[in-house]
């Protein structure tokens, strides 16, 4: 999960989850009060503050080491930080989809997914090239025909 700090000066920072260690991520955990990183992960999605907070926390404390969660605030919150979804990510999302699409020989299961991942993902055309990685580019392509 990327998660995007829009900073004071108006530049992005972009901090991806899976660069954090297993210490950072246990942390995470812990001040969340024992939420599995699963759900933090649901939260990310969902574009919870406490969750989005405690990410940027985490990666603050590399640098101060004695920051604490209670007093980390990031005021307006809503124009600041954002979850989306990496192209990894993505591309679980619809393999996972694409094996039970086949089981059912049907597109459709794909086609609900797309506009959801559209959504999520930090860039939207890694969406497209995660569909033609599984040789279902034609899905975008529909997609973006009707569209025009």
Known sequence: ???TYRQDDGTDERLD???LSALEAAAIEDV???VPWRGIEMRLQAQDPTALRAVLWAFRRREQPAIEFAAFDVPNWRRRL???LSRAEID?????VMREALAKSADSTIDVLTPHLRKLAHDPDD???ALDALGK???ARRRKDSED
Not at 92 to 96: D, H, M, Q, W
């Open 1 to 3: 999960m990327i998660i």
């Open 17 to 19: 989850t899976d660069d």
């Open 32 to 34: 969340l009060k024992d």
């Open 82 to 84: 954002r979850a989306r």
């Open 92 to 96: 679980e999302a619809l393999t996972n």
């Open 127 to 129: 969406v497209d090239a």
């Open 137 to 139: 580019g034609h899905l």
